[in-house]
């Protein structure tokens, strides 16, 4: 595993628990942030590396499961390895199903701890270029005008030219002209490759 | 199945509570009748000193006599007398009532030693005690095990006084006896729902107290564990020694991990039994269990069970168990002062979808600073309380869908209420 281009995560309120996972993923050459809650973690600046958050369940305030819920609205993709004191079983589901990579009963060993990490950080890696492929897309599509952005949902959702056309209350050409503009700005090739783009953008919101 | 058993004793009982309503009642006017006739015979003889005696007065206590027969013949109690001037005290008289609760004709009663009548199986000391007891011209008053002549048993509740000539002589004994089985019966059901209740209780205070405890324990045994292997990690291949110790104290740490894990699953919470209920009908039952303790503290309890709610989807004992733990709290909330006296307890529908149950008490109130941490595991403000009892009846509540809260009223006191939702395959 390459850890140089890592980061780990652990919020827990207790700090022993912070330091002692800090030295320990830290020997396994891991850079290792602690927060001793939810807030701290939130304003924290996060560097682009693959990284993994190993969470405590049980805090005051915000506890482990509504952390898990504010960074889904935040947007933000680190996966989560859930560590608890109180092992039982539904919980443990509950955090599995809100897409949690693991879940931990304390005390844990290190072997448990780094396979969990070692498969969060794998899925960290494709998250981050899914991440980042939608940015590209999301960059391209910032480019294109207003007139064009709305050929470009007609497009994606499966729209005929003559359609458009007749929608727009505008001549065909016009709207080949824009379409061809569309292509070239998200350098797509197809429109099969178009109508791809605009899914991995999250672009099929209609307009009517 | 055994629910079942519980509502046809209830029944039962239900019968028995009416019986003796109607047996008090009787008791009442006969007692009515009897101070009235006290009063005229008062009056009596206060005219008596005037000539308007004679035939009149003969009369007179010809009916009351008649009255006063009368009246015992009707007693649901049973009232027999006994002959005290006589060795072997016989039976001189018996009311109906007597003969129905013993089984005996008049024929084996009347003459007969009273202390026979007992039967073969009768408890000798007890015996022994009534007969010093009267022989020594004093009353008895005491529940006793007694025998039907079918050897049947049942309870009875006896009194036995001396009834004295004007010279102050014993020259009789009357004995009331009143049949207390079913009123045994029914407050031992009460005693066991209590126990039952109490048991499930301490089982959840355990549970809960060992599940906090394993969390406590767990926090540092993972930081010395994850310090072992840091450790380890580092050292790599220098100081084999130093690397055993480490090991050592991680095998021990996982050693101690295991016994709160065994410790955890031998004491995991049993699952609830959800089953449709009637939210008044349970309160209903919670306070007759509790009653005794609002007496004893001289307090009253109030009810506003609102009407057609509908039903719920609950844990009946675990329920039963939150409003026991809110009334409690309200009952020692108010023990201190001495002019708040009223607890009430309302059933409500908040809206269409939740049952409400509100316990109002006119006690202290909470303090503000107390108010956020009142339902946290070991936060108690009693000095011997151990901080366990709100925080379950939250996590029951929640576990049923609802939700429990405290605040303090405008006036005086607070009100703990919780919501559960509205079963809605039942709904009324």
């Known amino acids: ?208 | 199945m055994k629910k079942k058993i519980i509502t046809s004793k209830k029944k039962k009982a239900m019968a028995s509570l009416l019986k003796k309503k109607t047996r008090d009642c009787l008791e009442e006017k006969v007692r009515q009748q009897t101070d009235e006739l006290k009063i005229r015979d008062g009056q009596l003889k206060r005219g008596a000193d005037r000539e308007k005696l004679g035939a009149d007065r003969e009369k007179i206590a010809q009916e009351q006599i008649h009255i006063r027969t009368k009246a015992m013949e009707s007693a649901s109690d049973g009232i027999f007398i006994i002959d005290a001037k006589k060795p072997d005290f016989p039976i001189i008289y018996a009311n109906p009532a007597f003969y129905g609760l013993t089984g005996y004709s008049k024929k084996e009663v009347i003459g007969q030693n009273y202390f026979l009548l007992y039967g073969p199986n009768a408890d000798m000391h007890v015996l022994d005690e009534i007969k010093q007891i009267i022989s020594q011209g004093r009353s008895f008053y005491g529940e006793l095990l007694k025998f039907r002549k079918n050897g049947e048993k049942f309870w009875s509740l006896l009194r036995i006084a001396p009834v004295r000539d004007t010279k102050g002589n014993v020259t009789h004994y009357v004995g009331i006896k009143t049949d207390t089985t079913l009123m045994k019966q029914r407050n031992l059901e009460i005693e066991e729902q209590r126990e039952e209740l109490l048991h499930v209780t301490r089982v959840g205070k355990l549970a809960e107290f060992v599940s906090s405890l394993a969390h406590e324990i767990s926090q540092p045994l993972t930081a010395i564990l994850s310090y072992a292997q840091a450790g380890q990690r580092m050292l790599k291949d220098r100081e084999p020694r130093l690397r055993e110790i480490l090991q050592y104290i991680i095998n021990d740490d996982q050693r101690a991990a295991e016994v709160i894990r065994r410790l955890r699953s031998l004491l995991k919470k049993n699952k609830p039994a959800f089953e449709p209920l009637d939210i008044n009908a349970l309160t209903n039952d919670t306070v007759t269990l509790i009653m005794p303790h609002i007496t004893a503290k001289n307090k009253i309890i109030k009810l506003e069970l609102g009407s057609g709610l509908p039903m719920i989807q609950g844990d009946r004992i675990q329920l039963q168990q939150v409003l026991l733990n809110l009334i409690s709290n309200s009952l020692e909330a108010m023990e201190d002062s001495k002019d708040s006296h009223e607890l009430l307890i309302r059933t409500s529908l908040r809206d269409a979808d939740t049952v409400m149950v509100q316990v109002k008490d006119s006690g202290c109130g909470i303090p503000q600073e107390n108010m956020k941490k009142l339902f946290a595991h070991f936060f108690t403000s009693k000095p011997d309380g151990l901080g366990m009892g709100l925080s379950i009846s939250r996590s029951i509540v929640e576990a049923h869908g609802g939700h429990l809260e405290a605040e303090n009223n405008p006036d005086r006191g607070a009100t703990f209420y919780f919501t559960i939702p509205v079963n809605r395959d039942n709904k009324l």
């Open chain 1, 1 to 208: 595993m390459n850890t140089k281009n890592a980061i780990i995560y652990v919020v827990d309120d207790d700090a022993s628990i912070c330091k002692s996972l800090s030295l320990l993923l830290n020997s396994n050459g891991f850079r290792v942030e602690t927060f001793t809650c939810a807030e701290e973690f939130l304003a924290f600046k996060y560097p682009k590396l693959q990284s993994c958050l190993v969470l405590d369940i049980r805090m005051p305030n915000i506890n482990g499961f509504a952390l898990q819920g504010l960074m889904a609205q935040r947007g933000i993709i680190t996966p989560i390895i859930f560590i608890t004191g109180y092992g039982d079983i539904s919980m443990s589901v509950q955090a599995m199903k809100a897409g949690a990579i693991d879940f931990l009963p304390k005390p844990f060993t290190e072997k448990k701890l780094l396979n969990a990490i070692t498969l969060a950080l794998s899925k960290s890696k494709v998250l981050n270029q899914k991440q980042t492929e939608i940015a590209r897309i999301r960059q391209r599509i910032n480019t294109l005008s207003p007139r064009e952005l709305e050929v470009f949902q007609f497009v994606a959702q499966g729209m005929m030219n003559k359609n458009i056309a007749s929608k727009r209350g505008t001549s065909l050409q016009t709207i080949k002209i824009h379409r061809g503009r569309v292509m070239q700005k998200m350098q797509a090739k197809t429109v099969t490759e178009l109508i791809h783009l605009a899914q991995k953008a999250g672009i099929t919101s209609s307009i009517d």
